[in-house]
């Protein structure tokens, strides 16, 4: 069975610009929900994705957006980066009647500078 | 609205000694509640969780936790600390709607020789 993975692992942008962080689901789950962890935080929820469609949203503005794909993997866009934008992005898949449980992957340090 | 509060940023034990990590939630409606533990970068993994049925709940690495709806705690214990338990521990509550989790501030754990 393998696991929840991400891509890339760091990397760097400059304000202004636009990323691309990429999950792909542990195998039979097709729900993802993807969560910011600010430095010496708790991670907060962005959004959910089931089934290919937006499940529910956290408090975060339009410039964060999302897809899932057909084979359940996942996509999370941000725009116009901000400085407080830097943080651990964790991805999270789960399957119905699972009892919730959400399995996190190793996440993604973005760093905008 | 559901919400976590962790009491103590920091616990600080001898190993061998019993671990004791505090955990208080706000929930309008019979709670789903998790224990997750964050290795130095890595992502979330779970530890523990109570949805239903009996209120003491036993964990992985010999971590278990107590469901008291009467003192809205869900407080995690271990009676031995190792060296390796050392990490940063989240509780957190399921809610929202959908299925997004609310993490408390976090609890960083330091097992000292």
């Known amino acids: 069975e393998t696991g929840v993975t991400q891509s890339p692992t760091h990397l760097i942008k400059t304000r202004g610009q636009q990323v691309t962080l990429r999950c792909s689901s542990q195998s039979g789950h097709n729900t993802v929900s993807w969560y910011q962890q600010a430095l010496g935080q708790g991670p907060q929820f962005i959004f959910q994705?089931?089934?290919?469609?937006?499940?529910g949203r956290g408090n975060f503005p339009p410039r964060f957006s999302g897809l899932q794909f057909p084979n359940y993997s996942s996509e999370l866009n941000v725009n116009a980066l901000e400085l407080d934008d830097s943080a651990l992005y964790l991805c999270a898949s789960s399957q119905e009647g699972t009892d919730y449980e959400q399995y996190f992957g190793p996440g993604t340090r973005l760093t905008v500078t | 609205a559901q919400s976590v509060t962790q009491l103590g940023s920091h616990v600080s034990v001898s190993e061998g000694a019993l671990v004791l990590l505090r955990c208080n939630y706000s929930?309008?409606?019979?709670?789903?509640l998790f224990w997750y533990v964050q290795y130095p970068n890595q992502g979330l993994q779970l530890l523990l969780k109570y949805t239903t049925g009996a209120t003491l709940v036993k964990g992985i690495n010999g971590f278990e936790a107590e469901f008291k709806k009467s003192e809205t705690s869900f407080h995690l214990t271990k009676p031995s600390a190792h060296m390796s338990d050392a990490a940063e521990y989240f509780c957190?509550?399921?809610?929202?709607?959908?299925?997004?989790?609310?993490f408390g501030a976090g609890t960083r754990l330091a097992v000292h020789p």
């Open positions: 994705y089931y089934r290919e469609e937006e499940n």
């Open positions: 957190a509550v399921m809610g929202g709607g959908y299925n997004k989790l609310i």
């Open positions: 929930s309008s409606v019979p709670p789903y």
